[in-house]
Structures are given as structure tokens and as C-alpha cells.
């Protein structure tokens, strides 16, 4: 069965710092992943996903993230970071067939001023 | 234009009451779910359906019953609340088999 696995519960920048998440996963096939972001109050949006090809993602807000099988990773990064990116994020990784992804315990991200 | 919506938002009740909470999707998916938010924000898939059919009923206690009466609409239906039941639930939809969720705004229910 496959598991996702978010390390940091919680992660602390200044405003304008660089920022990665870490996401590792545990799958024997290529796997389907996905980062969602949830601010306060809200409902998740995805910021981005992998399926295949390029294993550098683009995705809104500015975000990216890189897919390393050798690491069995999918780390997510921004290069400058804005207070309003101060939310929750989750890692998911599926499998393909199935309906229902596998979402890691989330990463609360805190923005310094 | 709402794509997944939920009502109600805030649901505050007392315990052994029946609630239910309503989810639609204007977006033309196949499969929706329900999850389950507790307080330390972790996901808990519960049920899935697609096309009205039910796909995936994780260990949920029989208290909880959807009911998908049309492809737009799931609904969660809770008997005899219990204080373990206070969590946030969020509706979502997808197009068939594994692809992006698309998350209602959540529905915060508290058991007094």
C-alpha cells in the first residue's frame, strides 16, 4: 500500500526567504502526486501534480516541485515567499486505477514579517 | 459559480441528534467523496462514489449513511452524534479514476 510521509509538522521563513517541504512516498509503481494547499478556513486547492514526463512541475502561486525516484521524493519549493502563502500543505501520492489518494499528515507553514 | 459547495458551513449540535450536511458539484465529475479533518488536519477519506454507486466505504461506523441521489449531489447523512464526530467534513469531486480533487469550502460540525 502506498504512504506518504510530510516530516516537518511545522515550518517557520522570514517573508522573501526560499522555502521547501519535504514529501517523501512509499510506492512501487511510478506514482500520481499531488500538493494541495490549505488556507484557514478553506477547503484544499491543488497546487500542482505529477503523473509523467518532466520531472520538474510548475504550479500556481509561483510554487514547483521536483519528482526524484532514487529519493523517493516530491519536494515542493518556492523561491521567495509571501505571508499569504502562511496555510497548510499536503502531499498525496496514488496509484493509477485507483480513486483515492493517499494524503500525508500536512505541513503548517508560518510567515515571519 | 461555486464548483463545490457544502451547506452548512458551521453545524453546532448536541449529542444523540441526526444531522445531515449537503454537497454539490457544478463541474460535470464523476466520483465524489467525503473526508474527514480532525483537529490535528489529518485526512480521513470516507466514502466515494461514482455515478451514484458507492466505490469506497472506508471504516466508518454505521452511524454515518450517504446518499448520492444524482452525479452532482452527495449528501452525509449522521446519526446519534457523538463528540468524536466533531471534525471538519469536506465534499470533493473528481473526473473518473485517480485524478485532481476539487475541495468544497468544508462544513465545521461540533458536538456539545
Known amino acids: 500500500a502506498q504512504s506518504v510521509t510530510q516530516p516537518d509538522i511545522h515550518i517557520t521563513v522570514s517573508e522573501g526567504a526560499s522555502l521547501e517541504l519535504r514529501c517523501n512516498y512509499s510506492?512501487?509503481?511510478?506514482?500520481?502526486l499531488f500538493w494541495y494547499v490549505q488556507s484557514p478556513g478553506q477547503g484544499l486547492q491543488l497546487l500542482l501534480k505529477?503523473?509523467?514526463?518532466?520531472?520538474l512541475v510548475q504550479g500556481i502561486k509561483g510554487f514547483e516541485a521536483e519528482f526524484k525516484r532514487s529519493q523517493s521524493s516530491f519536494n515542493l519549493r518556492k523561491p521567495s515567499v509571501h505571508w499569504s502563502d502562511a496555510a497548510e500543505y499536503f502531499c498525496?501520492?496514488?496509484?493509477?486505477?485507483?480513486?483515492?489518494?493517499?494524503f500525508g499528515r500536512g505541513t503548517s507553514l508560518i510567515v515571519h514579517p | 459559480d461555486t464548483a463545490v459547495s457544502q451547506t452548512p458551513k458551521y453545524l453546532v449540535t448536541q449529542m444523540g441528534n441526526d444531522k445531515s450536511i449537503k454537497c454539490e458539484q457544478n463541474?460535470?465529475?464523476?466520483?465524489m467523496y467525503w473526508y474527514k479533518q480532525d483537529s490535528k488536519k489529518f485526512l480521513k477519506i470516507m466514502f466515494s462514489?461514482?455515478?451514484?454507486?458507492?466505490?469506497i466505504n472506508e471504516t466508518v461506523p454505521n452511524r454515518f449513511s450517504p446518499k448520492s441521489p444524482d452525479k452532482a449531489h452527495l449528501n452525509l447523512h449522521i446519526n446519534s452524534l457523538e463528540l468524536g464526530d466533531s471534525a471538519v467534513y469536506f465534499c470533493?469531486?473528481?473526473?473518473?479514476?485517480?485524478?485532481?480533487?476539487?475541495f468544497g469550502p468544508g462544513t465545521r460540525l461540533t458536538v456539545l
Open positions: 470533493a469531486s473528481s473526473t473518473r479514476g485517480l485524478s485532481e480533487q476539487f
Open positions: 510506492y512501487g509503481a511510478t506514482p500520481y
Open positions: 505529477y503523473f509523467s514526463g518532466d520531472t
Open positions: 498525496a501520492v496514488g496509484e493509477g486505477g485507483s480513486y483515492i489518494p493517499t
Open positions: 463541474l460535470g465529475h464523476d466520483t
Open positions: 462514489y461514482n455515478n451514484k454507486e458507492l466505490i
